[in-house]
């Protein structure tokens, strides 16, 4: 065996020859790899920087169908039904501009989370208070997530009941008029 001392060459017990030194081809593979395995994680990482952030949900959405038979007075043309919870402090205002809606026309029902949970789980309500217009056959003709205003329940009520009768400055911007 060579020593070092001697030259850059070392002799290998296989009788071939390996170069140790700084200009070795295999240090100089090995340093490119290196080089681009950090270019490549530098890309990635400015790749994400640029981009914006997913969101971080979907949103929540109010059922599009009731079944009448879950709720009172199926023989009503129309139903409101606020969705609450009891910890929630928005839900009992929101149920209490509901409840004043009632007509020998117009039932309404409240559907709080402690006591009905399976009508929540039933209609994948995931965000209250959750407020429902529908028609005779269960169809939510109208519908508002979190607080609302009595007006805009007496005006969408009213819309939906008899189409037309609500003046346009009673019109919500994400309810354009027909």
């Known amino acids: 065996m060579v020593s070092r001392d001697s030259g850059s060459w070392a002799h290998c017990p ?7 030194g700084p200009g070795h081809p295999m240090s100089d593979v090995a340093a490119v790899l290196v080089a681009v395995l950090v270019a490549v994680g530098i890309a990635s990482v400015l790749r994400r920087r640029g981009r914006p952030a997913g ?9 599009s169908q009731l079944d009448r038979a879950d709720f009172p007075r199926v ?4 139903i409101v039904v606020a969705f609450t919870s009891s910890t929630c402090s928005t839900c009992a205002d929101v149920a209490a501009k509901v409840d004043v ?12 989370y402690a006591d009905n949970r399976d009508l929540h789980l039933r209609y994948r309500i995931d965000a209250v208070p959750c407020v429902v217009i529908a028609d005779s056959d269960g169809v939510v003709r109208r519908s508002f997530l979190g607080p609302v205003k009595a007006q805009d329940l007496w005006a969408a009520v009213a819309e939906c009941r008899d189409p037309g009768s609500t003046p346009e400055t009673c019109q919500r911007p994400d309810q354009p008029a027909d």
């Open 14 to 20: 296989s009788g071939s020859h390996v170069d140790d």
């Open 55 to 63: 969101p971080t949900q979907a949103g929540w959405s109010a059922p």
């Open 75 to 78: 023989d009503a043309p129309w």
């Open 101 to 112: 809606l009632g007509s020998r026309e117009v039932v309404t029902a409240r559907v709080d």
